[in-house]
């Protein structure tokens, strides 16, 4: 009698924990179900890239000056920058310039270190390819602008979450000219001026 009430005892236990259990997953289910959702139809709707957002580089032919700072502030010495020495203007020409987006690190060292700003960061981001070799981008390639994702009429441009003014949490329908929450960089470095 003894050995079945302790079997008894023991289903109730394993009863209560498995209940205890299930209610901790559906506790997670419904606090889930209170949030906003995070989903974005992508080929229809974009999230619009912040201010700093280091995407695509984009270069510029003529304001090169072949001095190959890009090349030694990179990490990885990636891009390869082709130049010949004209004697009759004693200055180096520039012949070719890529950079191979397969191995690039998205750093932005040669962004910054260029002394002509020939190179700037785009908010390109989508360059998926089957073929990894069409990820070396020549001095045409990297000179084309991208669409940015605010000028694409097939495309709903959508804020991400941080961006969208204070208490707002549904970024559809959102005028473009509504202020995000908190002060641009511009304001912050006024206000440290004063």
Known sequence: MIKFLKQVSDYAKETVQSARYIGQGLSVTFDHMRRRPVTVQYPYEKLIPSERFRGRIHFEFDKCISCEVCVRVCPINLPVVDWEFDKASKKKKLKHYSIDFGVCIFCGNCV????????????????????????????????????????????????????????????????????????????IAEQIEK
């Open 112 to 187: 910054e270190y260029c002394p002509t700003n020939c190179l700037s960061m785009t908010e390109e981001y989508e360059m998926s390819t089957y073929d990894r070799h069409e990820l070396n981008y020549d001095n045409v390639a990297l000179g084309r602008l991208p669409y940015k994702v605010t000028d694409d009429p097939m495309v709903t441009p959508l804020r991400e979450l941080a961006y969208l003014p204070k208490g707002v949490t549904e970024p559809h329908g959102l005028p473009a000219d509504v202020r995000r929450a908190g002060q641009r960089p511009e304001e």
